[in-house]
């Protein structure tokens, strides 16, 4: 069923672009269908799935032998996700269709990027197979490039999609690094398997330090974190669906699965958490110098990313469930945030705020709607994110953490009072104020719906916790499997969690109060160096030493590449195969007399070739060769090698006539580049070196060859007795198909090149009648 | 540059070549040849063909198409990798037929036979491609 | 093993390299199908002692040459032959557009290594 779901967003992204030049811009809301249907589908395994605690398991096998394998596994923590990515999905294609005007241009082609980076999100939360989760992953960095680029005419756009697809396709690359070496470790290729019986040793650190790296990148944690910012180049509802609510969150997810496992390796806590408070800090300090409202929250979700990987990250069951909490918290107000930051670009044309005043008369939906998500953010009662950021709380001052514990406990009030002082930032810069005197159209209640039905959510379920509940404690439970149950709830009682939350939210109004004085304060403070003055230095650091690499060993002569590649070849393994290479005790013999004789001629033939100045001399020499070594081949006692050879060099010496009857009969006598004695000497030292490796392999033999085995099941399995012809045709017949592919390519090649050369031939005619 | 001796020489043998590359086609399996080898055969008796006719003639007297039996040819073989896929076995294994004929007493038949006629109508094909793309305008 | 022949192996890669070396294209193209020979008698070379013909039951000695590099060094004659014809068919198409038949520098890379910027298209990434 999986794979029907992946199938089902495949049809649509392929369908949209067609539709869409019948639809419009209502081609999103068809587009809605694939996510919708993801979330019924999930809705529908809820009963077993977070009821009962079972996982739904669905086995493709693809190469079993190489542990390629479609494998799916929904628990209920891949559940949770299932809905935050295709419910808030099916909203969000919504949303854009009511976000983007109904003149955009190449609609369909968002709607199809949009609706494969819907699929491929599903299916990482849904992939239990490492390569599967890597292939989705990297799907999701691609689409996000191109959604990042929407507006490809603009040079910010476009290097702000470079920015994050190479960020995040570094990561990717460590993060498949990582996880090949885990499953080499685990002896699994299966992410349940690999995460019930972890490996352990050097090696699997290392894996998961590179799974981390990737993790970060992906999840914008300091110092990877400046492409997300950069991302807000992106149309609205992207920034909404893919950089706040579900594909950030693809790090803190691969986090939350491996941190159980691996929590307790002894570098994982101080890093993870470490980065983690580092992003919270950054994140919500940045957001408070921010004039756009949509950079003030895309700060924002960097500093509550950091938020999620420490609590994931800290890898305790308790921890694991506030995380888990959090996740559904964030999903919910951040992207109504977002959403109302689109319909407010929208209805004004602006997102600075300080320019925009008065909204509120304006805009009351949308001012309500952020007042309640805004709260949730700051972690107000009585809304969810009040009760995940009490129940984070409780999770660090449970656990055993050693140092860790105070880290991130100081780490999540300091950022939990600068989230306080942002989400108040946002609110009052974005609505407050005197009326504006430009005139503000009548706000769209159908572009602030979406927005409305995700706060309303994070205020019910912040009322009545047993709305997610279950779920939660569900995902909580697949998750970190020593998790029991414990029941959400608005008060707990005089604890300390309520205190260090009023500690926060007084911090973080103190900080708004003295906001004048705190900007003063951000705008003296020395310039700490940047995220992205970072990889802006990396980038060109990489361009100027990549032009000046080029510049030497790319000089653009043949000749020259060749001799660089050809001397490599000789010197490296040469120089290994003199001081390493077993030589052989294997008996030489000299050869036949006949033996002899046919290679002498194919020697003095093939030398002569080197000196020949006419094209023709230099051919049928070549012919001698081929004849020569056909014969060497009757001698080896293989006949089919020798009649192959007799035809080709038939053919060979058929198709040279063919050509050099338009080519002037004596060689050319332009300068070489390369002196003749430096060609000399190479090609010396290629011969050389080739008869050095024929010695040794003759004697490198360990094993027996596997060709014994192919003798054997010649006649039983093959049904023939020409064992070459039974290997090509039956038992490396994969090898022969490529083969005749690559003859294919090869003639069909031959004929473009003949043909366009005639037809310029044909327009030299027709120009030279033209002239005469 | 056609040559009577040539041209009579050929229609001679071009039959008897032809024939002679399918022997080794189906022969390949328990003797020297198969596809390879058998295509290249077929490929000679073009050559010749087209030596001695000239382009054009043969051009008109040998009517598939290069890229047709290319195309054939990589069907054949691909198909014949495919197909056990669809009877439930692994790709590209072979399966062996005995069939009693009337007449003809007891023939065995492997599916790696029609791997093989692909490999031969590539060969072909290629051969095929040079004489009718580099050949032309033999008789000018 | 066969000494004569592996010093054969040599002659042939270093007359294969030496033409490799050129600019010409037709003498590229013979330098490709000897060391193309070179390395179908190195593989035989490597698999092992010559042998009777490898087919089934026709063997009366009992030695047999190692079938597998037989199988490898056909498609590998066969491939040679199809690039072969395609390098040749460049040089036609050379000969017919350019009349030449020479490998010329890339003017691109030239102007790279004299550290000119190539394109405009790198520049931008990078802002």
């Known amino acids: 069923m999986p794979a029907a779901l992946l199938g089902l967003h495949a049809v649509v992204a392929l369908a949209a672009p067609i539709a869409a030049r019948r639809l419009g811009r209502r081609v999103l809301l068809l587009c809605a269908v694939a996510p919708a249907t993801a979330t019924v589908w999930a809705l529908l395994h809820a009963s077993a799935v977070v009821g009962r605690g079972e996982a739904v398991d669905v086995h493709v096998a693809w190469v079993p032998t190489a542990g390629l394998n479609g494998d799916f596994r929904l628990d209920a923590f891949a559940l949770l996700m299932v809905l935050l990515v295709s419910g808030i999905g099916t909203l969000i294609f919504g949303y854009a ?76 690359l460590a993060l498949l690094g990582g996880l090949v070496v885990l499953a080499e470790a685990a002896g699994t290729y299966s992410l349940s398997g690999l995460l019930t019986a972890p490996p352990g040793g050097e090696a699997a650190a290392w894996g998961i330090a590179l799974v981390l790296v990737g993790a970060f990148t992906k999840s914008a944690q300091v110092p990877f974190h400046a492409w997300l910012p950069a991302a807000m180049a992106a149309p609205t509802p992207v920034s909404a669906y893919l950089h706040s ?63 999620m990987v420490v609590m994931f990250g800290l890898g305790t069951p308790d921890a694991t469930f506030a995380a888990t909490t959090l996740i559904v918290a964030h999903g919910l107000f951040k992207g109504a945030l977002f959403m109302v930051v689109g319909a ?111 706060s309303a959510a994070s205020l019910l ?130 050869g036949s007399w006949l033996q002899i004789g046919i290679c002498l001629l194919a020697a003095a033939a093939a030398t002569t070739i080197a000196f020949a100045s006419r094209r023709f001399t230099a051919v049928l020499l070549l012919g001698a060769v081929g004849y020569s070594v056909a014969a060497l081949f009757v001698l080896h006692g293989a006949p089919d090698l020798a009649l192959t050879q007799m035809l080709i060099e038939t053919l060979s010496l058929v198709i040279f006539v063919l050509v050099l009857r338009h080519l002037p009969s004596r060689f050319g006598h332009r300068p070489q580049r390369i002196d003749r004695v430096v060609r000399f000497s190479t090609a010396a030292l290629v011969g050389l070196a080739v008869f050095a490796f024929s010695l040794v392999t003759a004697g490198a033999r360990t094993a027996a060859p596997v060709s014994q085995e192919y003798v054997a099941r010649a006649l039983p399995e093959g049904h023939g007795r020409n064992i070459v012809n039974v290997i090509l045709v039956d038992f490396r017949a994969l090898d022969t198909l490529g083969e005749i592919v690559v003859l294919v390519t090869a003639a069909l090649g031959i004929s473009s090149l003949v043909v366009a050369g005639r037809l310029s031939r044909h327009e030299r005619r027709a120009s030279a009648g033209d002239s005469t | 540059m056609t040559s009577l001796i040539l041209e009579t020489g050929t229609r001679a043998v071009f039959h008897t070549i032809l024939v ?95 791997f093989d006629v692909g490999v031969y109508f590539v060969v072909v094909g290629l051969v095929l491609a040079v004489l009718v793309t580099l050949g032309g305008e033999l008789d000018s | 093993m066969t000494l004569v022949l592996a010093g ?79 390098l040749l068919a460049l040089a036609y198409r050379s000969w017919a557009v350019s009349r030449n038949d020479e490998v010329e520098d890339d003017v691109e890379d030239r102007r790279v290594a004299a550290g000119k910027r190539a394109s405009v298209h790198d520049e931008e990434v990078g802002q």
């Open chain 1, 97 to 172: 269709a009511a976000y983007f005007p109904a003149t955009k241009r190449d609609v369909g082609g968002f709607a199809a990027w949009l609706t494969i980076f819907a699929g491929a999100m599903l299916g990482l939360v849904l992939a239990d197979n490492v390569i599967l989760v890597f292939v989705f992953w990297e799907l999701t960095s691609i689409t996000s490039f191109m959604l990042i680029g929407t507006n490809h005419r603009e040079a910010a756009s476009r290097s702000a999609a470079t920015q994050a697809l190479l960020t995040t396709g570094a990561g990717g």
């Open chain 1, 245 to 307: 609510a579900t594909m950030v969150k693809a790090g803190v997810y691969v986090i939350a699965r491996f941190a159980p496992a691996f929590a307790l390796l002894p570098a994982w806590r101080p890093l993870v958490v470490g980065v983690g408070v580092a992003t919270m800090i950054v994140g919500g300090y940045r957001a408070l110098r921010q004039h756009d409202a949509k950079l003030l929250l895309a700060y924002g979700t960097v500093s509550q990313l950091g938020f």
């Open chain 1, 344 to 454: 407010v670009d929208v209805q004004t044309g602006t997102r600075d705020i300080r320019e925009l005043s008065g909204l509120r008369h304006r805009m009351p939906v949308a001012f309500s709607v952020s007042c309640v998500a805004a709260a949730s953010m700051a972690g107000l009662p009585p809304l969810l994110g009040f009760i995940a950021k009490e129940a984070a709380y409780e999770g660090v001052l449970a656990g055993e953490l050693g140092l860790t514990g105070p880290l991130a406990v100081t780490g999540i009030v300091v950022g939990s009072a600068l989230t306080v002082a942002y989400s108040l930032r946002f609110v009052r810069g974005v609505f407050a104020g005197p009326r504006a005197a430009a005139v503000v159209p009548r706000e769209r209640l159908i572009l602030v719906a979406p927005a409305a039905l995700l």
């Open chain 1, 461 to 590: 379920m912040g009322v009545a916790p047993l709305l997610v509940d279950a779920l939660v404690n569900a995902a909580a439970t697949a998750a970190h499997p020593e998790w029991e149950t414990y029941h959400l709830s608005l008060w707990h009682g005089l604890t300390v969690a309520l205190g260090l939350s009023a500690v926060a939210v007084a911090g973080g109004a103190a900080l708004h109060a003295s906001r004048a004085r705190v900007e003063r304060w951000q705008a003296a403070a020395p310039r700490a160096p940047s995220a992205s003055g970072g990889y802006d230095a990396t980038w060109r650091g990489v361009l100027a030493v990549a032009r000046r690499t080029t510049g030497v060993v790319q000089n653009g002569s043949l000749p020259l590449y060749l001799m660089v590649i050809l001397l490599t070849a000789v010197t490296l393994p040469g120089a290994v195969l003199v001081a390493d290479g077993e030589w052989p005790t294997a008996t030489y013999t000299i």
């Open chain 2, 20 to 114: 002679f590359s399918v022997f080794l086609l189906f022969a390949g399996h328990n003797a020297p040849g198969g596809g390879f080898i058998g295509g290249l055969v077929a490929g000679a008796a073009l050559v010749l063909r087209f030596v001695a006719y000239g382009s054009q003639d043969a051009a008109r007297t040998v009517r598939a198409r290069p890229e047709t039996v290319l195309g054939a040819g990589v069907f054949a073989a691909a198909a014949s990798a495919i197909a056990p896929w669809f009877a439930g076995g692994q790709l590209l294994e072979s399966r062996l037929w005995a069939l009693t004929l009337p007449l003809l007493g007891t023939i065995k038949a492997t599916s790696v036979l029609v």
């Open chain 3, 8 to 86: 054969t192996v040599a002659v042939l890669y270093a007359v294969g390299t030496y033409l490799l070396l050129q600019r010409t294209l037709t003498r590229i193209v013979i330098g490709l199908a000897l060391l193309g020979h070179g390395a179908n008698l190195l593989l035989l070379l490597a698999g092992g002692p010559p042998g009777e013909p490898p087919l089934v039951g026709e063997a009366t000695s009992g030695v047999v040459s190692d079938p597998l590099p037989q199988a490898m060094a056909l498609t590998a004659i066969v491939i040679t032959f199809g690039v072969l014809a395609f």
